[in-house]
């Protein structure tokens, strides 16, 4: 009974908690990135302004080209390090100090 009871409570505590998203402070940009930045709005705006069905299919596929390559600048971050790694990498430098 008592471990039907600690399952139970468990189970309960699982559903109660709930992961809070982390807020990141947001950075200010330079005058340099804000002109960028613009420069980049206004570039969208005037693919979305576009009529695709007039176009050739080789300019379709250049224009969503260059939308992946803005994105992939707009998303730039740092780098990422998945658990595995970091376990690794923590075993490797105990290797080494011992």
């Known amino acids: 009974m008592k471990k039907l009871l600690?399952?139970?409570v468990l189970?309960?505590?699982v559903g109660i908690l709930e992961a809070a998203p982390i807020k990141k402070p947001k950075k200010d940009l330079t005058e340099e990135q804000?002109?960028?930045?613009?420069k980049m709005q206004a570039r969208v705006d005037e693919i979305k302004?576009?009529?695709?069905k007039s176009m050739?299919?080789?300019?379709v596929k250049a224009v969503k080209e260059e939308l992946r390559e803005m994105k992939k600048?707009?998303?730039k971050k740092g780098i990422y390090l998945s658990v595995g790694a970091i376990i690794?990498?923590?075993?490797?430098?105990?290797?080494?100090?011992?």
């Open 6 to 8: 600690t399952i139970l």
């Open 11 to 13: 189970i309960a505590s």
């Open 34 to 38: 804000l002109i960028y930045l613009e």
């Open 49 to 52: 302004a576009m009529d695709f």
């Open 56 to 59: 050739s299919k080789e300019e």
């Open 73 to 75: 600048e707009a998303e």
């Open 88 to 98: 690794i990498i923590s075993l490797l430098l105990l290797i080494i100090i011992l």
